[in-house]
């Protein structure tokens, strides 16, 4: 089954960047969307930004003008660019794929294992 591998996180101060990354395992032949999540302590998961196939980046009001989200088909890897990095940020982040690994087979959400953001002077 196809997994999506996550790198990238780690601890930085308040104003500096990190780079997330996000390749799957195998072939997702058929995509729909590609997101990135997050979820901080007690609180629920929540769209940071997203791609749909065909469209333009949105993102969460909160990450607008700081986090980008791109992707290079060639790698196959999707990432999310954190700029300005401020105290609210902190969470472990997911990477989401929306589509199929085969047209035959079901439209499912595919999720990394998550990587934790901490920012911390």
């Known amino acids: 089954q196809v997994q999506l591998v996550e790198s990238g996180g780690g601890l930085v101060q308040p104003g500096e960047s990190l780079r997330l990354a996000c390749a799957p395992s195998?072939?997702?032949?058929?995509?729909?969307?590609m997101g990135w999540y997050r979820q901080a302590p007690g609180k629920q998961r929540e769209l940071v930004a997203i791609i749909i196939s065909g469209g333009t980046p949105n993102y969460a009001d909160s990450v607008k003008g700081r986090f980008t989200i791109s992707r290079d088909n060639v790698k196959k890897t999707i990432y999310l660019q954190m700029n300005s990095l401020i105290p609210e940020d902190p969470a472990v982040y997911y990477c989401?794929?929306?589509?199929?690994?085969?047209?035959?087979?079901?439209?499912?959400?595919?999720w990394g294992q998550g990587t934790q953001v901490t920012v911390s002077s």
């Open positions: 195998g072939s997702i032949s058929i995509i729909y969307s």
């Open positions: 989401n794929v929306d589509g199929r690994e085969k047209y035959v087979l079901p439209r499912r959400a595919y």
